[in-house]
């Protein structure tokens, strides 16, 4: 690799969560200089408490070890902020395979150090008592916020999800969408911002990137993501008799039950969750 950070910001943030800790010798042998500084916490929202002082004393790249609760850090530590660029060091997140990331950490390193720069919508979620978090990837209720709670930090979102089945889960669901308003008895929810979660294609009409939130509600009993799973990964298991599909800006959740934000437990129903198009930028290039 070409020594020095060749693009206009510089050297990132390194943040790293409790997955990337493994990896973060061996990316820091190959990246082709220090990052700016390395922000490491167990608790995501400590974590988030770090980026914000960071990019509060000006750091506008911060790049992403671990799995998703890092990127819930980014997302939350820069929201009051635009045009953040963020990109991805490695490890278990889902988020990189919606740009089409794949590779190890030298590929990682490199895409960081040069290449272009993509938008990336992030997902505001207000709930109650006023918390304000904000996410890159999924928002789950239901059965989901079981099976991210049990998939970890190692992401083994397959075997999570075999496990929520078995929950007697199902509550009363009021969503407002605009001039659009729904009651269920719902099992589940997600609200995908990117495509995929761990291996599993869950929503495949999202983009990280468009502008809009993909809504599902899951109105059949948990054991149905049984029958679901075969085909998660190619993204084929909709349409689905069970689900309800929206693609809103934003949404206003009434109900009970907590919610998991880029594999973070952050708050309960009622929530505001709504779309900040284009909010930060995803590194991109060839490796």
Not at 209 to 220: A, I
Request: charged share 20%.
């Amino acid at each position: 690799m070409e020594k020095g950070w060749q693009r206009t910001q510089g050297a990132p943030v390194l943040v790293v969560d409790r997955a990337g800790h493994r990896l973060l010798d061996e990316f820091l042998a190959v990246l082709p200089e220090p990052p700016v500084e390395i922000l490491s916490r167990r608790n995501p929202w400590q974590l988030a408490e770090a980026v914000r002082q960071s990019v509060a004393e000006g750091n506008r790249f911060f790049a992403c070890l671990g799995g998703d609760p890092a990127w819930f850090a980014v997302a939350t530590g820069t929201a009051e902020w635009s045009g953040v660029l963020v990109g991805y060091a490695g490890g278990p997140a889902s988020l990189p395979r919606s740009f089409g990331m794949s590779g190890g950490v030298s590929r990682y390193a490199s895409v960081l150090a040069k290449g272009g720069e993509e938008q990336l919508d992030t997902v505001s979620v207000v709930s109650s008592g006023a918390v304000r978090v904000e996410a890159v990837n999924a928002v789950w209720w239901g059965f989901g916020r079981i099976a991210g709670l049990v998939a970890g930090k190692k992401g083994r979102w397959r075997q999570a999800l075999r496990l929520a089945g078995l929950s007697p889960f199902r509550r009363s669901l009021d969503l407002s969408m605009g001039s659009v308003q729904r009651s269920f008895q719902a099992s589940g929810l997600l609200i995908g911002n990117g495509e995929f979660v761990s291996d599993l294609d869950v929503a495949p009409r999202a983009h990280p990137g468009d502008g809009k939130l993909d809504l599902f509600v899951f109105e059949g009993p948990a054991w149905q993501v049984w029958r679901m799973l075969p085909r998660m990964p190619r993204g084929t298991w909709l349409p689905h008799p069970f689900v309800r599909e929206y693609h809103p800006e934003q949404i206003e959740l009434k109900g009970s039950g907590r919610l998991l934000v880029d594999g973070v437990d952050a708050g309960r129903l009622p929530a505001l969750v709504a779309v900040r198009p284009g909010r930060l930028l995803f590194a991109v290039g060839a490796g």
